[in-house]
């Protein structure tokens, strides 16, 4: 387990946290987050591959990259989340544990939110509890992995 390597993959505008619609998704800037997320991941033994894209096909590039050399994978994957067929094939692809990510919870929200076509291609979806989901959604990456070991 020490050293594991986790991908943490984020989508389209989230390099705008701490600015975009502070009151749906927080102050804290993604900079903050990845800070306390590899933190946090060297505290648990996992060795984190945090990353950013507002393009589709280098998430899709990230998720097959994922899945040749990682042992657990997190994605929040922005708007694609609701829109990407493309990303939910990458993921159907990657064997290792996956976990759908978001800072607000989409079931409270516009009524396209409630729709992803990521869920079906993963073990997990947090939601709705804001930068913290980043770091609880490693400590539960870190156990599916343990129990797939
Ligand atoms: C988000 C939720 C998505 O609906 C939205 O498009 C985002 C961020 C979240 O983290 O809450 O860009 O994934």
């Given at each position: 387990m020490a050293g594991a390597i986790v991908y943490l993959l984020n989508g389209p505008n989230l390099n705008l946290l701490g600015t975009r619609e502070p009151e749906v998704?927080?102050?804290?800037?993604l900079a903050d987050i990845e800070a306390a997320a590899k933190k946090h991941g060297e505290k648990i033994g996992l060795s984190l591959d945090f990353r950013q894209s507002n393009h589709e096909g280098t998430l899709v590039d990230w998720v097959q990259e994922a899945g040749k050399k990682a042992a657990g994978l997190i994605i929040n994957?922005?708007?694609?989340?609701?829109?990407s067929i493309a990303l939910h094939d990458a993921l159907k692809a990657v064997a290792c544990p996956k976990i759908e990510l978001h800072l607000s919870n989409v079931h409270a929200r516009e009524a396209f939110r409630r729709v992803s076509f990521v869920s079906p291609a993963v073990d997990a979806v947090i939601c709705g509890l804001g930068a913290d989901g980043y770091t609880l959604a490693l400590d539960a990456v870190r156990r599916l992995i343990e129990k797939r070991a």
């Open positions: 998704y927080g102050k804290q800037t994957p922005g708007a694609y989340t609701h829109t």
